[in-house]
């Protein structure tokens, strides 16, 4: 994580210390805030359900500050951070216990961060001293209120907090010992508070914890930032895919609002945590897939930082996996039909329309971008650090050729005629024709116009690979969301399956896709002695169907489904007999393919 043992044994000890103070302040907070009255109340666009205390952000702040005191983490910068997030702290406190409006709060936190910048602190993103202050602004209070909303679901803003400040850490390493001590203080404290706060948790951030957290960061940043021009990655990309999840989340967020004709500043349960849980996660399951994601984010920006090559197409590569995770999580309708209201109702909404339905050209901008971080890792992982001094001109000269024959060898192949959710074995093999058609044109096309000169054949061997790759991935993506998803599903009544073949398999499929029957399997029965203590499809065999009575009483089904015509009829009339017996629902599935009535028919004369 840091280069040095001594940075690695100042980051142990600063963390221990502030994560100890945090462990014994958290509960103090929590007995105070429940007797002077500070509790989160259940509310319609809340996502807690009871009254939990308050006031979570107090002992977080004081751990952080004691620990940097006493490990000697106070310099100028590090004071300038102090006592900027401080600042927003009390501004949280003060919200927590008299609410302010929305305009309020981001008037003050604005004020705040032009106090900060005439103390000489500010980004250096643009070279303009005037667009350089205004980006300044904007990235203060913007990852301040990133925080704010992030903090939607029991430990998911603490969480994150604690990944981004290790990632910090581990981009600092020992070159700035201050910043080290206060950045482990920060996780430490934050880590010691998601003890009690995550779920079920029985204490929040509040406002002053999240603004705490998010201008801490923020801050940092700031005061890391190096004056003038030192390339793009040190100076923007690090900080922002440290911070890449409270980002995203904020961005899409307030999209999505404005598409639906609500006020960005509105609070709902339409974050990606809230979108995660309606797909069929549980609460935890989501925070930890926004940890790891998070996560992602921080060892990315930290091997950027260490001039890691291979890091900036891990990098793109994540932001590709970011846009078809939104696109997964847009089709979720969370506010009751209003969802693009506002695009409903412009004029250019037909054009909208046609352009959603055109989903090959998604396709094909998706599959550019692939193939160009494919074709950039592919000289990564051959040459290393070879690859920007001796062979960038040579990757940036073919690309055009690379992306254009590998298009066309997808357009030959038949890529672009299937549909990604019903992906079958077939499809990719459609896919690695299209992958062996575009490989063999791009070494033609290389061989013609540069007569493959100092162009290497393993580089287009690795590309073929991880396009191959990718592709596959990108079109799994969103079946892998759905069946992660749907595996522990537990809403609705439990089912126990008699029939483990294929029509338990295709009923299995049917319960998981369509919420109307209201059904969560939870196991099958089947007699047959291969499939004992086997899981199709996540779903355990049970035992046979002989043991029916005995597994009715163990696991206590709500409904028992026979998914086979097929079941002699004395096993059946024993599931019968088990079900009457423990008042149990039976259910049998039946397919069958009809004919019209002619009644029916519709006259075309």
């Given at each position: 994580?840091?280069?040095?043992?001594?940075?690695?044994?100042?980051?142990?000890?600063?963390?221990?210390?502030?994560?100890?103070?945090?462990?014994?302040?958290?509960?103090l907070?929590?007995?105070?805030?429940?007797?002077?009255?500070?509790?989160?109340?259940?509310?319609v666009?809340?996502?807690?359900?009871r009254?939990?205390?308050?006031?979570?952000?107090?002992?977080v702040?004081?751990?952080?500050?004691?620990?940097?005191?006493?490990?000697?983490?106070?310099?100028?910068?590090?004071?300038?951070?102090?006592?900027?997030?401080?600042?927003l702290?009390?501004?949280g406190l003060?919200?927590?216990?008299?609410?302010l409006?929305?305009?309020?709060?981001?008037?003050?936190?604005?004020?705040?961060?032009?106090?900060?910048?005439?103390?000489?602190?500010?980004?250096?993103?643009?070279?303009?001293?005037?667009?350089?202050?205004?980006?300044?602004?904007?990235?203060?209070?913007?990852?301040?209120?990133?925080?704010?909303l992030?903090?939607?679901?029991?430990?998911?803003?603490?969480?994150?907090?604690?990944?981004?400040?290790?990632?910090?850490c581990?981009s600092?390493?020992?070159?700035?010992?201050?910043?080290?001590?206060?950045?482990?203080?920060?996780?430490?404290?934050?880590?010691?508070?998601?003890?009690?706060?995550f779920?079920?948790?029985?204490?929040?951030?509040?406002?002053?914890?999240?603004?705490?957290?998010?201008?801490?960061?923020?801050l940092?940043?700031?005061?890391?930032a190096?004056?003038?021009?030192?390339?793009?990655?040190?100076?923007?990309?690090?900080?922002?895919?440290?911070?890449?999840?409270?980002?995203?989340?904020?961005?899409?967020?307030?999209?999505?609002?404005k598409l639906?004709?609500?006020?960005?500043?509105?609070?709902?349960?339409?974050?990606t945590?809230?979108?995660?849980?309606?797909?069929?996660?549980?609460?935890?399951?989501?925070?930890?897939?926004l940890?790891?994601?998070?996560?992602?984010?921080?060892?990315?920006?930290?091997?950027?930082?260490?001039?890691?090559v291979?890091?900036?197409?891990i990098?793109?590569?994540?932001?590709?996996?970011?846009?078809l995770?939104?696109?997964q999580?847009?089709?979720?309708?969370?506010?009751?039909?209003?969802?693009?209201?506002?695009?409903?109702?412009r004029?250019?909404?037909?054009?909208?329309?046609?352009?959603?339905?055109?989903?090959?050209?998604?396709?094909?901008?998706?599959d550019?971008?692939?193939?160009?971080?494919?074709?950039?890792?592919?000289?990564?992982?051959?040459?290393?650090?070879?690859?920007?001094?001796?062979?960038?001109?040579?990757?940036?000269?073919?690309?055009?050729?690379?992306?254009?024959?590998?298009?066309a060898?997808?357009?030959?192949?038949?890529?672009?005629?299937?549909?990604?959710?019903?992906?079958?074995?077939?499809?990719?093999?459609?896919?690695?024709?299209?992958?062996?058609?575009?490989?063999?044109?791009?070494?033609?096309?290389?061989?013609?116009?540069?007569?493959?000169?100092?162009?290497?054949?393993?580089v287009?061997?690795?590309?073929?690979?991880?396009?191959?790759?990718f592709m596959?991935?990108?079109?799994?993506?969103?079946?892998?969301?759905?069946d992660?998803?749907?595996?522990?599903?537990?809403?609705?009544?439990?089912?126990?399956?008699?029939?483990?073949?294929?029509?338990?398999?295709?009923?299995?499929?049917?319960?998981?896709?369509?919420?109307?029957?209201?059904?969560?399997?939870?196991?099958?029965?089947?007699?047959?002695?291969?499939k004992r203590?086997?899981?199709?499809?996540?779903?355990?065999?049970?035992?046979?169907i002989?043991?029916?009575?005995?597994?009715?009483?163990?696991?206590?089904p709500d409904?028992?489904?026979?998914?086979?015509?097929?079941?002699?009829?004395?096993?059946?009339?024993?599931?019968q007999?088990?079900?009457?017996?423990a008042?149990?629902?039976?259910?049998q599935?039946?397919?069958?393919?009809?004919?019209?009535?002619?009644?029916?028919?519709?006259?075309?004369?």
């Amino acid at each position: 994580m840091i280069d040095h043992s001594g940075g690695l044994t100042t980051f142990a000890m600063t963390a221990g210390l502030a994560l100890t103070l945090s462990l014994a302040l958290t509960p103090l907070a929590r007995r105070v805030a429940w007797r002077l009255g500070f509790v989160a109340q259940p509310a319609v666009d809340r996502w807690h359900r009871r009254s939990v205390a308050m006031l979570g952000g107090v002992p977080v702040w004081l751990a952080t500050l004691a620990a940097v005191v006493l490990m000697g983490g106070l310099s100028r910068e590090t004071t300038m951070v102090a006592l900027g997030s401080s600042a927003l702290f009390l501004l949280g406190l003060v919200d927590d216990v008299l609410p302010l409006k929305p305009n309020t709060k981001l008037s003050a936190e604005i004020v705040i961060a032009c106090v900060v910048i005439a103390f000489g602190y500010q980004l250096h993103w643009t070279g303009s001293p005037l667009f350089d202050a205004l980006v300044t602004i904007v990235w203060i209070a913007g990852i301040a209120n990133a925080f704010n909303l992030l903090d939607n679901m029991d430990g998911l803003c603490a969480g994150v907090a604690v990944i981004a400040a290790v990632a910090f850490c581990a981009s600092i390493g020992t070159a700035d010992r201050a910043s080290l001590v206060y950045t482990a203080a920060l996780a430490g404290a934050t880590l010691g508070f998601l003890r009690y706060n995550f779920n079920p948790a029985s204490v929040f951030l509040g406002d002053c914890g999240s603004l705490l957290l998010g201008s801490t960061f923020a801050l940092l940043a700031v005061s890391k930032a190096p004056s003038g021009q030192t390339g793009l990655i040190s100076t923007l990309i690090v900080p922002v895919l440290i911070l890449l999840l409270p980002i995203f989340d904020t961005t899409f967020v307030t999209i999505f609002r404005k598409l639906s004709a609500r006020a960005a500043s509105q609070g709902g349960r339409d974050h990606t945590s809230h979108r995660l849980v309606a797909l069929g996660f549980s609460e935890r399951q989501a925070s930890l897939l926004l940890y790891c994601l998070a996560g992602a984010g921080g060892a990315v920006a930290v091997g950027l930082k260490k001039a890691n090559v291979e890091s900036l197409g891990i990098a793109c590569l994540l932001l590709v996996g970011l846009v078809l995770l939104a696109i997964q999580l847009g089709r979720v309708r969370v506010y009751d039909g209003d969802d693009f209201a506002w695009l409903r109702s412009r004029a250019f909404t037909p054009l909208l329309t046609r352009m959603t339905h055109k989903r090959r050209i998604f396709e094909v901008a998706l599959d550019t971008c692939l193939i160009s971080i494919a074709y950039y890792l592919a000289y990564a992982l051959r040459f290393a650090e070879e690859f920007r001094p001796l062979y960038y001109g040579l990757f940036a000269v073919s690309l055009p050729i690379v992306i254009a024959c590998q298009l066309a060898g997808f357009f030959i192949a038949g890529v672009y005629r299937g549909v990604w959710r019903y992906i079958t074995i077939t499809d990719l093999f459609v896919y690695l024709r299209g992958v062996l058609i575009g490989g063999a044109g791009i070494v033609l096309m290389v061989v013609y116009v540069y007569r493959f000169e100092h162009y290497s054949r393993s580089v287009f061997m690795i590309n073929a690979m991880l396009v191959g790759l990718f592709m596959v991935a990108s079109r799994l993506s969103f079946r892998w969301v759905a069946d992660l998803a749907g595996r522990p599903q537990s809403i609705g009544r439990r089912a126990l399956i008699c029939g483990a073949g294929d029509g338990g398999a295709m009923l299995l499929r049917e319960l998981r896709n369509n919420a109307q029957h209201e059904c969560a399997p939870m196991g099958f029965l089947d007699d047959d002695p291969a499939k004992r203590h086997r899981s199709i499809m996540g779903v355990p065999v049970l035992g046979g169907i002989s043991d029916v009575e005995h597994l009715i009483a163990q696991h206590s089904p709500d409904v028992v489904i026979v998914s086979t015509g097929k079941l002699h009829p004395s096993k059946f009339a024993a599931v019968q007999f088990a079900c009457a017996r423990a008042g149990v629902e039976l259910k049998q599935m039946e397919f069958r393919i009809a004919d019209v009535a002619a009644s029916r028919m519709v006259s075309t004369a």
